[in-house]
């Protein structure tokens, strides 16, 4: 029995490749489905000296959509198809995609479309009843288009990759995760000392620069607001945790957006950064969240563009709203806590923020764990697809700065960037 295409051997040139990749630069596996032997040589030529993020690429080889099953059963670690549509039957690479993604429950992997045949398969039929991620024929694909689509597809899988070893590596709850329940006695003593601190003006804010790391110009700034309680000082995030009282969320958020416009028009600076800032009220309706937004910034005599507010997922999805109409405003929105939230990317692109913030969780150790690395480079990428900004938090020295600048990040907050001042 002739062994199955992907177990013959291939060119020494692409061994070569691996040998000298050596151990910590694993290749990508590409597979190429197609029953037309020419095909195969074309694009081995192709790719014979490609990589990809410091990775060779290594092409396999199945000329059924049968040889790819067995394939894709040995290799479940596959990060590209480039899959044919008529081969063994009309429909054979598009029966393999059901395959895949049905019975291999196989989200990951992405499947290039590549037909000869158009007519067996039109564009927009197959693009909206299949889940793959990109079609061409075959007679549009020049040798830097077909590097161009291997690229970006290795691209796209190394960050759904990237994202789901985020939500590994987060092994605590986000930051704003209040499902737990919540000790009541506490809340009141809480709740009586946070009142207090509102009524005397008691809390603090420190004043984090946020800096544009390829200017080094002061882009923002993002408030870091405390209260005093006799249990110590409490954060956004613990009161958050604390209570659900609707009344205190919303004096308090009331009182961070007049801080907030204070510390924006007394800045000094012209033109005046924009001040960022969290918000703690889970129960104000849309209406209420813009009129509160648009009475702060009245009464400082601000525009819109004065204000950043920070959303977790979770609150940005529910505010999806209220945001569009902030930012129309000029109000820019981040997304904080990425990575630390199950967010689909799906969603992600329907949230449109304005910003998105690497958690100091994968910016600490940046350049000696690989993991973090990865992670971190991945939401960059993912961040400037959307055509938003992406933000460093917690930038700790230079060897993080400096890799932050090269992988280019656009903003950077953190001790290396400048300590906090109390305002």
């Known amino acids: 029995m002739t062994a199955p295409s992907w177990l013959r051997s291939e060119p020494a040139r692409a061994d070569a490749s691996r040998a000298l990749a050596g151990p910590q630069a694993p290749p990508w596996h590409v597979l190429l489905v197609d029953d037309a032997p020419e095909i195969h040589e074309v694009t081995r030529l192709v790719l014979a000296d490609a990589a990809f993020s410091g990775r060779p690429i290594e092409l396999a080889s199945a000329l059924s959509a049968a040889e790819a099953r067995a394939y894709l059963a040995a290799h479940p670690g596959t990060a590209l198809i480039l899959l044919d549509v008529v081969m063994e039957a009309d429909d054979a690479g598009l029966e393999l995609v059901r395959h895949i993604r049905d019975t291999l429950e196989d989200r990951d992997v992405q499947i290039i479309l590549r037909t000869g045949q158009p007519g067996m398969a039109p564009e927009r039929d197959v693009i909206t009843r299949y889940e793959i991620n990109g079609y061409f024929l075959k007679t549009e694909l020049t040798a830097q288009?077909?590097?161009?689509?291997?690229v970006t597809g290795l691209r796209t899988y190394e960050t759904i990759k990237a994202l789901r070893c985020a939500q590994t590596l987060a092994a605590a709850p986000a930051i704003n995760d209040t499902d737990g329940p919540i000790d009541r006695e506490q809340e009141r003593a809480i709740r009586a000392d946070l009142e207090a601190a509102l009524?005397?003006?008691?809390?603090?804010?420190?004043?984090?620069?946020?800096?544009?790391?390829?200017?080094?110009?002061?882009?923002g700034i993002e408030m870091q607001p405390a209260w005093p309680t006799k249990a110590g000082t409490v954060s956004p995030e613990q009161i958050a945790a604390l209570t659900d009282d609707a009344a205190?969320?919303?004096s308090l958020d009331e009182a961070l957006l007049r801080r907030a416009c204070a510390l924006a028009r007394d800045s000094g600076d012209a033109p005046a950064p924009r001040v960022s800032m969290p918000l703690l009220s889970k129960h104000l309706t849309d209406e209420q969240l813009i009129a509160m937004v648009k009475t702060s910034l009245a009464d400082a005599n601000l525009h819109g563009d004065a204000l950043d507010l920070q959303f977790s997922g979770a609150s940005l999805g529910a505010r999806r709203l209220a945001a569009r109409a902030?930012?129309?405003?000029?109000?820019s929105i981040t997304l904080v806590d990425f990575g630390l939230e199950r967010i689909s990317l799906f969603d992600l692109q329907a949230l449109r923020p304005n910003r998105i913030k690497i958690h100091s969780k994968f910016v600490r150790d940046v350049t000696h764990q690989s993991e973090r690395a990865v992670v971190a480079r991945a939401i960059i990428a993912l961040a400037h697809t959307l055509g938003v900004s992406a933000i460093a938090d917690g930038v700790p020295d230079s060897d993080v700065l400096q890799f932050f600048r090269w992988e280019g990040c656009d903003i950077g907050q953190g001790e290396a960037l400048g300590a906090p001042r109390l305002t």
Request: glycine fraction near 2%; aromatic fraction near 2%; proline fraction near 3%.
């Open 326 to 331: 902030l930012q129309a405003l000029g109000v």
């Open 145 to 150: 288009k077909l590097t161009s689509i291997v």
């Open 199 to 219: 009524h005397d003006d008691t809390w603090s804010v420190q004043a984090l620069p946020q800096i544009d790391l390829a200017s080094n110009a002061l882009r």
């Open 248 to 250: 205190l969320l919303q």
